[in-house]
C-alpha cells in the first residue's frame, strides 16, 4: 500500500498491520473519517434497545416542560 502523508499504519507483534494513527492536524476536518467514525458507533450500539422517535420527543418536551 502506497504511504500517504499524515497516515501511519503500526503493525502488531506478529507483523500484521493492525492499527491506524491518522494525523489530526491534517485530516481532523475530514468528513470521510467522521463518517467512519460515526458507522463505528453505529456498529457499538447494534441490538441496543429503542424506541420511537414520536416517543423520545414527547419525553424530551415533558422534561422541559412544553406541551407540544
Do not use: H, S, W
Not at 498491520?17 to 458507522?39: A, P, S, T, W
Amino acid at each position: 500500500m502506497e504511504a500517504i502523508a499524515g497516515i501511519e499504519y503500526t503493525k502488531d507483534v506478529t507483523g500484521k498491520k493492525r492499527y491506524v494513527q491518522i494525523d489530526l492536524d491534517m485530516y481532523g476536518e475530514n468528513q470521510l473519517i467522521e463518517d467512519f467514525l460515526d458507522g463505528l458507533e453505529a456498529m457499538k450500539l447494534k441490538g441496543e434497545p429503542t424506541i420511537p422517535l414520536r416517543e423520545f420527543i414527547n419525553e424530551q418536551n415533558k422534561k422541559r416542560g412544553l406541551n407540544v
